[in-house]
T-cell receptor, first 116, second 114 residues
């Protein structure tokens, strides 16, 4: 299994500012993803982070608002730009393994963002 | 397209009682199915998965789930609930392909009472 860490674990930010969340996986993985979990809700996929190329965004999410980087096979960042209170959510990084674990998807502990 | 329906947003059981969390899926191709657990203020932990091998899947913490194609179901069970099982449980589906994406259900909050 893959162990995923995220930084920061939580933050309180003012509207109009941006926050960059870091995700580190302890092993090389094929795919990395970013999810949003709004309070009391399920998980919604924001985008798939592609190594060395632009991320693939889901409907309703755009690169200008959620720029994503993935410079190598174990690290990715998600930036929440020009934040508003509606962006208050938990943001989770996720990764899919390789070989026999390629069908298993693991999650980081999440970043709890509050926008005031 | 694929989707998951979890029946019951809240389930309450007594400690020692059977846990049954329901999940029905819809998929146009053979699915892979997963159950995840989320404890308060934590990320998601994989409980178990079905990837077209045995239809009865055993996971961690005494949980198991049975894939029933005829009923398009993948219900999660545990014979005897423990207080530590109180958490949010998510069922998820993906298609058979390593590039496929997980689609989550809306979650079921399990409460365990004395």
């Amino acid at each position: 299994s893959a162990v995923i860490s995220q930084k920061p674990s939580r933050d309180i930010c003012q509207r109009g500012t941006s926050l960059t969340i870091q995700c580190q996986v302890d092993s090389q993985v094929t795919m990395m993803f970013w999810y949003r979990q709004q309070p009391g809700q399920s998980l919604t996929l924001i985008a798939t982070a592609n190594q060395g190329s632009e991320a693939t965004y889901e409907s309703g999410f755009v690169i200008d608002k959620f720029p994503i980087s993935r410079p190598n096979l174990t690290f990715s960042t998600l930036t929440v730009s020009n934040m508003s209170p509606e962006d208050s959510s938990i943001y989770l990084c996720s990764a899919r393994g390789t070989g026999g674990g390629r069908y298993e998807q693991y999650f980081g502990p999440g970043t709890r963002l509050t926008v005031t | 397209a694929q989707s998951v329906t979890q029946l019951g947003s809240h389930v309450s059981v007594s400690e020692g009682a059977l846990v049954l969390l329901r999940c029905n899926y819809s998929s146009s191709v053979p699915p892979y199915l997963f159950w995840y657990v989320q404890y308060p203020n934590q990320g998601l932990q994989l409980l178990l998965k079905y990837t077209s091998a045995a239809t009865l899947v055993k996971g961690i913490n005494g949980f198991e789930a049975e894939f029933k194609k005829s009923e398009t179901s993948f219900h999660l069970t545990k014979p005897s609930a423990h207080m530590s099982d109180a958490a949010e449980y998510f069922c998820a589906v993906s298609s058979t392909g390593t590039a496929s994406k997980l689609t989550f259900g809306t979650g079921t909050r399990l409460q365990v009472t004395l």
